[in-house]
């Protein structure tokens, strides 16, 4: 009885034991059962991307950027294949990855300390690398080629390099690459850009950047575990960029380059249009220099340089426009009525504006003038009374009529829009009246006054074409790189049209044909053209007057609007308009 109560007793045990095994062995298959459902289910997508990325490596082919042509098809800016050296040390043991860095070292001249560096960074990472050099030689390039097997690891890859065949020349129109930033990649991720990419920074590569860069293509390699490569997956072939067929004219770009010996700018418009054919801003740099990182000394140099090489003077330099000015304060005398063709002023060399004498420039004067004769000799006496007589207000509002204060809105921007000063700013800034004595010094250009080398161009446009008011442009249109597909065309774009008397502009014209013909500007004179132009030499508070020269030619029938001013030149009938005269000298017996 004992013995079958015992066995019972232990059966219950038993049969207990089992119960709770049972629950235990349900309980793990529902735990292994949720584990499957919640890997392959719910996180299956992105577990097998994870696998995919750690079995496919993906190595980015930059596109070739396109070309950019001038307007007779000369190539500024082209692409050369480059060759980069990178290391990868997979599957290689610490002491042949020293004596690879050894051999890099001697063969490409790379700091050996910056190397371990860079070693030591990625040789715990499964796929790494790091760049070791980029632009290498051919015979650099040949030489690891020929002694792979004593450096493994090391590959050579090649990349498009942007090359500017011209070096300095057109250097502010054509601009220059760099690596992308933060804040441009914030402003940008959008639209397809990412860390790392090279961008335009300047000029025409920025402005048309999304055109010139292209698509990049990839090349998808199966790898093993530990990185090392087995085969090649897929490829997908980098697509070049649009070619960009600007308005320059390079042997005009290239004439005005060589007459431009100094610092300072020439810009040459066709005055109908707004086509830019040429625009020179010196000193200038090497756009090349940025083509891969630029070094830290040669960056410092170039931003450090008090003369300014990367400062695009013809959009951004802000300069008083002096005599130049002129041109307008009679346009709006005689606009206005407060003077007239027959109007006559006295200049005996100085005239009293309140208890201030102003002067001319010619100190001995230049006797009674009317307004043609003071444009030719350029009167200071004349126009500080036309300009009482006119007012600052109109003056003013002339000054703007003709873009001055206002951007151009050249397609290559950022550029200033310089400063027409009127009563109500001087009162804002100053707490001060407007005196007479501010309206004499407006009247000759002189004073608060700026403008850009790019607006006078605009002005004498503007006086050449009948008061057309032109958005100036620099690219003509966009191709596609492969078949010739137009994707952008630029066509002029006129702001606005000046309502001015016929008569108005025909003394106007008069007096600037003068100007070259027997007056401050003769030395722009040209045999068998006639130029119609104005001089003006600009006081400069920081050292040497900057000279002026704006016109255009022939006069009849204009086909090219230029203005050069030179910086520190003196007085702009001895140093600008004598570059102006070899220009159009050029122009019309080479080029036209």
Same mark, same amino acid.
């Given at each position: 009885?004992?013995?079958?109560?015992?066995?019972?007793?232990?059966?219950?045990?038993?049969?207990?034991?089992?119960?709770?095994?049972?629950?235990?062995?349900?309980?793990?298959?529902?735990?292994? !059962?949720?584990?499957?459902?919640?890997?392959?289910?719910?996180?299956?997508? #992105?577990?097998?991307?994870?696998?995919?990325?750690?079995?496919?490596?993906?190595?980015?082919?930059?596109?070739?950027?396109? +070309?950019?042509?001038?307007?007779?098809?000369?190539?500024?800016?082209?692409? %050369?294949?480059?060759?980069?050296?990178?290391?990868?040390?997979?599957?290689?043991?610490?002491?042949?990855? =020293?004596?690879?860095?050894?051999?890099?070292?001697?063969?490409?001249?790379? =700091?050996?300390?910056?190397?371990?560096?860079?070693?030591?960074?990625?040789?715990?990472?499964?796929?790494?690398?790091?760049?070791?050099?980029?632009?290498?030689?051919?015979?650099?390039?040949?030489?690891?080629?020929?002694?792979?097997?004593?450096?493994?690891?090391?590959?050579?890859?090649?990349?498009?390099?942007?090359?500017?065949?011209?070096?300095?020349?057109?250097? %502010?129109?054509?601009?220059?690459?760099?690596?992308?930033?933060?804040?441009?990649?914030?402003?940008?991720?959008?639209?397809?850009?990412?860390?790392?990419?090279?961008?335009?920074?300047?000029?025409?590569?920025?402005?048309?950047?999304?055109?010139?860069?292209?698509?990049?293509?990839?090349?998808?390699?199966?790898?093993?575990?530990?990185?090392?490569?087995?085969? $090649?997956?897929?490829?997908?072939?980098?697509?070049?960029?649009?070619?960009?067929? $600007?308005?320059?004219?390079?042997?005009?770009?290239?004439?005005?380059?060589? !007459?431009?010996?100094?610092?300072?700018?020439?810009?040459?418009?066709?005055?109908?249009?707004?086509?830019?054919?040429?625009?020179?801003?010196?000193?200038?740099?090497?756009?090349?220099?940025?083509?891969?990182? +630029?070094?830290?000394?040669?960056?410092?140099?170039?931003?450090?340089?008090?003369?300014?090489?990367?400062?695009?003077?013809?959009?951004?330099?802000?300069?008083?426009?002096?005599?130049?000015?002129?041109?307008?304060? !009679?346009?709006?005398?005689?606009?206005?009525?407060?003077?007239?063709?027959?109007?006559?002023?006295?200049?005996?060399?100085?005239?009293?504006?309140?208890?201030?004498?102003?002067?001319?420039?010619?100190?001995?004067? =230049?006797?009674?003038?009317?307004?043609?004769?003071?444009?030719?000799?350029?009167?200071?006496?004349?126009?500080?009374?036309?300009?009482?007589?006119?007012?600052? @207000?109109?003056?003013?509002?002339?000054?703007? @009529?003709?873009?001055?204060?206002?951007?151009?809105?050249?397609?290559?921007?950022?550029?200033?829009?310089?400063?027409?000063?009127?009563?109500?700013?001087?009162?804002?800034?100053?707490?001060?009246?407007?005196?007479?004595?501010?309206?004499?010094?407006?009247?000759?250009? #002189? /004073?608060?006054?700026?403008?850009?080398?790019?607006?006078?161009?605009?002005?004498?446009?503007?006086?050449?074409?009948?008061?057309?008011?032109?958005?100036?442009?620099?690219?003509?249109?966009?191709?596609?790189?492969?078949?010739?597909?137009?994707?952008?065309?630029?066509?002029?774009?006129?702001?606005?049209?000046?309502?001015?008397?016929?008569?108005?502009?025909?003394?106007?014209? #008069?007096?600037?044909?003068?100007?070259?013909?027997?007056?401050?500007?003769?030395?722009?004179?040209?045999?068998?053209?006639?130029?119609? /132009?104005?001089?003006?030499?600009?006081?400069?508070?920081?050292?040497?007057?900057?000279?002026?020269?704006?016109?255009?030619?022939? !006069?009849?029938?204009?086909?090219?609007?230029?203005?050069?001013?030179?910086?520190?030149?003196?007085?702009?009938?001895?140093?600008?308009?004598?570059?102006?005269?070899?220009?159009?000298?050029?122009?019309?017996?080479?080029?036209?």
């Amino acid at each position: 009885m004992w013995e079958r109560e015992e066995q019972n007793l232990l059966w219950t045990v038993f049969e207990r034991r089992v119960g709770w095994l049972q629950l235990l062995i349900v309980i793990v298959i529902v735990v292994l !059962a949720g584990r499957v459902i919640w890997l392959q289910l719910i996180r299956g997508k #992105q577990l097998y991307r994870v696998a995919q990325e750690n079995s496919i490596q993906v190595i980015r082919q930059p596109s070739p950027r396109g +070309i950019i042509f001038d307007s007779n098809g000369t190539k500024l800016a082209i692409n %050369h294949p480059a060759f980069s050296v990178v290391f990868r040390p997979v599957d290689i043991d610490e002491e042949t990855s =020293h004596l690879v860095l050894d051999k890099l070292s001697n063969v490409l001249g790379v =700091h050996r300390k910056w190397l371990e560096e860079q070693y030591q960074r990625v040789k715990r990472e499964p796929f790494g690398s790091f760049l070791v050099a980029e632009n290498v030689s051919r015979g650099q390039v040949f030489y690891i080629s020929a002694h792979g097997f004593e450096m493994p690891g090391v590959e050579i890859e090649s990349s498009p390099l942007r090359r500017y065949p011209y070096h300095e020349m057109g250097a %502010h129109v054509l601009g220059h690459l760099g690596e992308i930033t933060a804040d441009e990649l914030s402003r940008l991720g959008l639209r397809g850009y990412r860390a790392g990419d090279v961008i335009g920074k300047a000029g025409v590569e920025t402005a048309y950047d999304e055109y010139l860069r292209g698509r990049d293509g990839a090349r998808q390699i199966e790898v093993d575990s530990r990185g090392k490569r087995i085969r $090649l997956i897929k490829e997908i072939e980098a697509e070049s960029g649009s070619d960009v067929l $600007l308005t320059l004219d390079w042997r005009l770009q290239e004439i005005c380059e060589k !007459a431009l010996y100094r610092h300072g700018v020439v810009c040459a418009l066709q005055p109908e249009t707004g086509e830019v054919l040429a625009l020179v801003s010196k000193p200038s740099f090497d756009p090349n220099l940025f083509a891969w990182r +630029i070094l830290r000394k040669e960056w410092n140099q170039l931003f450090e340089d008090e003369s300014c090489p990367m400062l695009n003077r013809a959009v951004r330099g802000r300069y008083a426009p002096a005599s130049t000015f002129k041109v307008i304060t !009679a346009l709006a005398g005689l606009e206005t009525g407060s003077i007239t063709p027959a109007t006559v002023y006295g200049c005996e060399g100085s005239f009293p504006v309140g208890n201030r004498v102003f002067r001319c420039w010619r100190e001995e004067g =230049h006797g009674r003038l009317t307004v043609v004769p003071a444009i030719v000799d350029s009167c200071d006496v004349f126009f500080y009374q036309a300009g009482l007589a006119c007012g600052p @207000e109109e003056i003013a509002k002339y000054a703007k @009529e003709f873009g001055l204060g206002e951007r151009t809105r050249i397609d290559i921007g950022p550029e200033e829009e310089g400063f027409v000063p009127s009563k109500e700013w001087k009162r804002r800034n100053y707490g001060m009246s407007w005196f007479p004595g501010d309206t004499a010094n407006l009247s000759i250009g #002189q /004073g608060w006054i700026e403008v850009t080398p790019l607006q006078m161009a605009i002005v004498a446009s503007a006086i050449a074409n009948g008061g057309k008011i032109i958005t100036p442009y620099l690219v003509d249109r966009v191709v596609h790189h492969n078949n010739g597909e137009v994707i952008l065309e630029n066509t002029p774009k006129i702001k606005r049209t000046l309502s001015l008397k016929p008569e108005t502009l025909m003394l106007i014209r #008069q007096g600037m044909e003068g100007v070259v013909e027997s007056g401050t500007g003769q030395a722009s004179k040209v045999r068998g053209l006639r130029v119609a /132009g104005k001089t003006g030499t600009a006081e400069n508070p920081r050292g040497d007057d900057h000279g002026w020269f704006i016109c255009y030619a022939p !006069a009849d029938a204009p086909e090219i609007a230029l203005v050069v001013l030179t910086e520190h030149g003196g007085m702009g009938g001895a140093s600008a308009a004598p570059i102006a005269g070899r220009i159009l000298r050029e122009y019309f017996s080479v080029i036209r």
